[in-house]
């Protein structure tokens, strides 16, 4: 399994509150990546980083920013939870290469986070 | 948005194999295929990819046809650890990674 440690696992917050979501990774891969699933909707992509002080907006960004001061760290941060930001939350990790090597991604295990 | 067409579920009987289909009508010629699958809550795990040859590996077998328009990938003894939802994925280098619906597949004891 990828080294790969989301923290908290599970955290119920209130609306209005700032949460942030910690990734650690020991791979020490290049991007970083913030997807949230939903029902319905399947696996999103939130934000990204491509190296240190380096991000970019997914396709569901509004509502998130992300910090990653260190390689093997990435931080999302909710700065004001809403009740639709209740969801799952994964972080991946890809190391940068060439294209004949085809790279993978490979996921955390995931944070549950409920906003009430 | 997804670039792939995958059935919405599929059944497969316990030490069957199972036949996954994936239709990319749409691919380019640098752009691999991946699968992977997700066990119920927890993390997408990574199964296999490639680009125009066959695969193997540990898990499953992936075959790529000559067009490259679609691809099956094969779980050549399917588990009943093997139920989850499996996903097709095109994707070429400096492409994020879009998951689509995938298919639920059922093992059944």
């Known amino acids: 399994d990828a080294g790969i440690t989301q923290s908290p696992r599970h955290k119920v917050t209130e609306t209005g509150t700032p949460v942030t979501l910690r990734c650690h990774q020991t791979?020490?891969?290049?991007?970083m990546y913030w997807y949230r699933q939903d029902p319905g909707h399947g696996l999103r992509l939130i934000h990204y980083s491509y190296g240190v002080k380096d991000t970019d907006k997914g396709e569901v960004s509004d509502g998130y920013s992300v910090s990653r001061s260190k390689t093997e760290d990435f931080l999302l941060t909710l700065e004001s939870a809403t009740s639709s930001q209740t969801s799952v939350y994964f972080c991946?990790?890809?190391?940068?290469?060439?294209?004949?090597?085809?790279?993978?991604?490979?996921f955390g295990e995931g944070s549950w986070l409920t906003v009430v | 948005d997804a670039k792939t067409t995958q059935p919405t579920s599929m059944d497969c009987a316990e030490g069957r194999a199972a036949n996954l289909p994936c239709n990319h009508s749409t691919i380019s010629g640098n752009e691999y295929v991946y699968w992977y699958r997700q066990i119920h809550s927890q993390g997408p795990q990574y199964i296999i990819h490639g680009l125009k040859n066959n695969e193997t590996n540990e898990m499953a077998s992936l075959i790529i046809t000559e067009d490259r328009k679609s691809s099956t990938l094969i779980l050549p003894h399917a588990t009943l650890r093997d139920t989850a939802v499996y996903y097709c994925?095109?994707?070429?280098?400096?492409?994020?990674?879009?998951f689509g619906p995938g298919t639920r597949l059922s093992v059944l004891p």
């Open positions: 994925i095109v994707r070429d280098y400096g492409q994020n990674f879009v």
């Open positions: 791979e020490n891969h290049r991007y």
């Open positions: 991946a990790i890809s190391e940068s290469g060439r294209i004949s090597s085809g790279n993978t991604i490979y």
